[in-house]
């Protein structure tokens, strides 16, 4: 391939990529109902996206160990941050807006974003990984019903970062992400921006179709010493919160 073929393909594929963006914005700003003219109708509609995508019925920020589902997939799965930050709620350390690696591009131990059991799109044909058949539960499920299901797998690749994040709030990363923020800190008056921190109303895009979408905070869920960056953060932060030391371990389905 010559250097013009191989600029005209970036080109093109870059081109497929906004679209697709674009697309999926546009979804999302339906269920939110940004493009509703009565006001009555979008105030409803953002309450039930709202109810939809959260425990609480309102906005929170995403946690490690938070609920995903996407669009295409047969399966939720838990979002990881093998690496926090230092900012948290409660015991939970936040995301930002970077934290969207899928397994293929960093393997299950580093990644941010698995798989989500097989793909069944929609519209056209789920994209041609390997054929696996996956155990459903009730908890595990994202139709909630137990059994079986046998088809390609749901392995996304990501488009972009998180959308529609809050940049009101926004976190220096620890390093792995954007390690020039990092190395901004140890140095005196640099002007730090962080990255923006994501919320029950943030998606992901994946390139197959999927959006990828928060079902609740993850805020609620029980912490380990090994979520947090190094074991001084987790008694710091757990004894605070709960006057003392202890460890509650919870196998989750991720």
Not at 4 to 17: G, V, W, Y
Not at 100 to 107: I, R
Not at 182 to 198: C, D, F, H, P, W
């Amino acid at each position: 391939m010559s250097e013009i073929e191989r600029a005209d393909s970036l080109i093109a594929l870059e081109k497929q990529s906004q679209e697709l963006i674009d697309q999926m914005q546009g979804q999302v700003d339906a269920a939110k109902g940004k493009d509703c003219t009565d006001e009555a109708e979008a105030e409803a509609k953002i309450r039930e996206y709202a109810r939809n995508h959260s425990e609480t019925g309102q906005y929170e920020y995403l946690v490690r160990g938070a609920t995903l589902v996407c669009s295409n997939g047969s399966h939720k799965r838990k979002i990881n941050l093998p690496k926090c930050h230092g900012v948290y709620v409660g015991e939970h350390p936040v995301l930002h807006e970077l934290e969207c690696v899928a397994e293929p591009l960093c393997g299950l131990e580093k990644c941010n974003v698995t798989f989500f059991g097989v793909c069944m799109p929609q519209d056209g044909q789920p994209p041609q990984t390997e054929v696996k058949t996956y155990g459903k539960t009730a908890r595990n499920a994202k139709d909630g019903v137990p059994g079986t299901v046998t088809g390609h797998k749901c392995q996304p690749v990501i488009v972009g970062c998180w959308n529609d994040t809050y940049s009101d709030t926004r976190i220096v990363d620890n390093g792995d992400k954007n390690p020039g923020a990092r190395r901004l800190t140890e140095q005196s008056g640099a002007k730090i921006l962080g990255n923006n921190t994501v919320t029950t109303g943030s998606f992901l895009i994946c390139k197959y179709g999927g959006l990828i979408e928060p079902i609740d905070s993850g805020q609620r869920t029980l912490v380990f010493e090994e979520d947090f960056y190094n074991s001084e953060d987790f008694h710091k932060v757990v004894g605070y919160y709960r006057g003392d030391g202890r460890n509650p371990v919870e196998k989750g389905d991720a």
